[in-house]
């Protein structure tokens, strides 16, 4: 099977734009999640989407969103973007909703100019 | 490839000797552990995983240990080879409410020749 899938790879982006990553899961994989990976505050749990819905989510401000297809792929959008945006964003999909194994994919690299 | 942390624990170990990374959790809910590994410019990849109501795994040259009285998870990695150079992670799910990853803030092994 592939695995998980992101794309872009890398991306740069100036203050105030806003931006939409890609993320397509493990064939058969229903949910998927999305990580923030920075230097300074590691990785951090940004949401889950299973069956097209959020299950859950983590501390980030409003500005982070994102959403599920019925093909399970997802994606998220970050509005007003701001310098400490910049960080590789991760996403990882499991079989069924969180609680157990999850694989990641390689990543988006963001900086924010 | 990409930084995923500037000021990491660091582990130098000699090659064909075994290492040990530790992690500490603070989260007594915490019923399943993982381990992952991320190499430069990749997502972190799966090693091994525990649930809290055993104490010891194993897997191909991998060991997990967990000690819950003292909130204590270990890898033990046998006949360390240049390949295991990485950053590890541990991750724990707690049994309550979000049942979102939540990564310790890694350990980079260095694998000398």
């Known amino acids: 099977k592939a695995g998980v899938t992101q794309t872009p790879r890398y991306l740069i982006k100036t203050r105030g734009q806003q931006v939409t990553l890609s993320c397509s899961p493990i064939?058969?994989?229903?949910?998927v999640s999305w990580y923030q990976q920075t230097p300074g505050q590691g990785l951090q749990f940004l949401f889950e989407y299973f069956s097209e819905t959020q299950r859950n989510k983590g501390n980030f401000p409003g500005r982070f969103s994102g959403r599920q297809f019925s093909n399970s792929r997802s994606e998220m959008n970050v509005s007003t973007l701001e310098l400490g945006d910049s960080a590789l964003y991760l996403c990882?999909?499991?079989?069924?909703?969180?609680?157990?194994?999850?694989?990641f994919g390689p990543g988006t690299r963001l900086t924010v100019l | 490839g990409e930084s995923v942390g500037l000021h990491l624990p660091t582990l130098s170990v000699q090659e064909g000797d075994n290492s040990i990374i530790n992690c500490a959790y603070s989260?007594?809910?915490?019923?399943?552990f993982i381990w992952y590994k991320q190499e430069s410019g990749k997502g972190p990849q799966f090693i091994i995983d525990i649930r809290s109501n055993m104490d010891k795994r194993q897997g191909q040259r991998v060991t997990v240990l967990l000690n819950k009285t003292v909130k204590h998870l270990s890898l033990q990695i046998a006949a360390t080879q240049p390949g295991d150079s990485a950053v590890y992670f541990c991750?724990?799910?707690?049994?309550?409410?979000?049942?979102?990853?939540?990564f310790g803030s890694g350990t980079r092994l260095q694998v000398q020749p």
């Open positions: 989260n007594s809910a915490s019923d399943y």
């Open positions: 990882a999909s499991s079989p069924g909703l969180a609680g157990g194994l999850q694989f």
């Open positions: 991750a724990e799910i707690d049994d309550t409410g979000r049942r979102a990853l939540t």
């Open positions: 064939s058969g994989h229903r949910s």
